[in-house]
């Protein structure tokens, strides 16, 4: 059975107090810890921080609890997460001692089936007592890099001043999987953080400006990102709020790839191009899905023209490529049977136990549509995991278990009358990651559509 985080009624005294400290806190003054949690485990589930029989909420990957005060004294630690089946399970146990003023930051790094938990301990004292003077101008914060990104090498650490050359930026540490800096403290302000590979001056991985203001111990944690730029890392900047801030690499690459789903067209053409470069695919069949190509950051216009004739179906759409992002462009019919294209941006990270599965309905003929994925024990009717009233152009997205499924696409009338559109043979999401369907009209199939999918 799923815990909520209230599972546990019977609270220490100690925790019946607990309050969350926001990002502008100034200087603790009461006797205890202060305890946050961070999920960087990229395969994981939802998991929780239990501590003395109390669950915190959950946390995904990449995501954080806010900084909370706990007590002081020996105390039980547990993560927990969810099985294959969705039943609770414990993925890890300790004893940990909690001190007074002490502040953990407790990090889950590694593979979900044997994950790992790192205990961050740190002081914001200094800080805290250069910032209590009378005017209350907290002028001071700090700053803690830790590395959360299981398969990575071990990186340099250098930080400097936004508009400044990184020839000014200062080195903090160098620092390997599962390791961290130590706290340091510099002026409130704009920075950026630059990682280099272990002993060279160049960097790999660049963030945009961060503004780092309020008092605040912020934790720059080095983590899995599953997107094309090089290395595969994103740093989220985890504060006391519990809503980290992602940062990518400014100069990684996107990539993209085309699927044709018009049905009046044989073959076309797209070309991509920006103020920095063009690029251009030739002679796409119908139901065809190109593979990913690399492609710079920016804002593209699309154009999409019949292969045979040459005659312009679409011209400049306008796409926009963030860096480190993954899209699929899919040109289809509207309802005059005019080309259009809309985008669908893949998250691709892989999961234990389950797959994310994004619909595009390209499909103008009905209002909405039933999707069902259907279980060998299951019929239409019984099926515990389905779609319904998707629209057509909607994206809709639903959380599927690893397992064997037939997909039945279904139009219901006012009248209650159900009609098939299309009906899979069995589909196995079994590979790790997550999968995108788009269903469009086709003349060759038996019943007039098609349903694609891919990861």
């Not at 009906?423 to 019943?447: I, R």
């Amino acid at each position: 059975m799923k815990q909520t985080p209230w599972r546990y009624i019977g609270i220490s005294a100690v925790m019946a107090t607990a309050v969350a400290c926001s990002s502008d806190d100034s200087e603790s003054t009461s006797s205890g810890s202060y305890i946050q949690y961070y999920n960087g485990s990229a395969n994981s589930t939802s998991t929780a921080l239990v501590l003395d029989d109390y669950a915190y909420s959950e946390v995904s990957f990449a995501d954080s609890l806010p900084r909370y005060e706990y007590g002081t004294g020996t105390t039980e630690l547990e993560i927990s997460g969810f099985d294959a089946q969705g039943d609770e399970l414990s993925i890890y146990q300790s004893t940990i001692e909690l001190s007074d003023a002490d502040n953990h930051l407790f990090m889950l790094v590694g593979d979900y089936s044997e994950p790992e938990l790192v205990d961050i301990v740190y002081s914001r004292s200094e800080m805290d007592a250069l910032n209590s003077d009378e005017s209350g101008d907290y002028s001071k914060m700090q700053v803690l890099i830790a590395h959360a990104a299981m398969g990575e090498s071990s990186f340099d650490l250098y930080f400097g001043k936004q508009g400044e050359a990184f020839s000014s930026a200062v080195m903090l540490d160098s620092i390997s999987y599962k390791d961290h800096s130590d706290e340091q403290m510099f002026d409130t302000g704009e920075y950026v953080l630059y990682l280099t590979e272990s002993g060279k001056a160049e960097p790999v991985f660049t963030t945009a400006a961060m503004e780092l203001t309020d008092n605040t111990v912020y934790k720059l944690i080095i983590r899995n990102s599953f997107g094309p730029g090089q290395p595969k890392i994103t740093v989220d900047n985890v504060d006391s709020t519990g809503t980290p801030d992602p940062y990518v690499n400014i100069d990684a690459n996107a990539e993209y790839r085309v699927f044709n789903g018009l049905n009046n067209t044989d073959m076309i053409d797209a070309e991509l191009v920006s103020n920095q470069e063009s690029q251009y695919l030739y002679e796409l069949e119908q139901s065809q899905l190109t593979e990913f190509k690399e492609i710079g950051y920016n804002d593209y216009g699309v154009t999409i023209t019949n292969s045979a004739s040459n005659q312009v179906l679409a011209n400049n759409l306008l796409i926009t490529f963030n860096q480190d992002e993954s899209k699929t462009i899919v040109v289809y019919e509207d309802e005059l049977g005019e080309a259009k294209g809309m985008t669908i941006t893949h998250d691709h990270r892989p999961r234990a136990f389950e797959h994310q599965i994004s619909l595009a309905n390209l499909v103008p003929e009905f209002e909405e549509l039933m999707i069902y994925f259907v279980r060998s024990s299951e019929t239409i009717e019984s099926a515990e995991y389905k779609l319904t009233g998707v629209e057509f152009t909607e994206l809709s997205s639903i959380s599927l278990p690893s397992d064997d499924y037939e997909i039945s696409v279904v139009f219901k009338d006012e009248h209650g009358t159900l009609t098939l559109l299309y009906q899979s043979a069995v589909v196995q999401f079994s590979q790790a990651g997550n999968y995108t369907m788009v269903l469009n009209p086709d003349d060759t199939e038996s019943l007039g559509y098609r349903l694609t999918t891919f990861q």
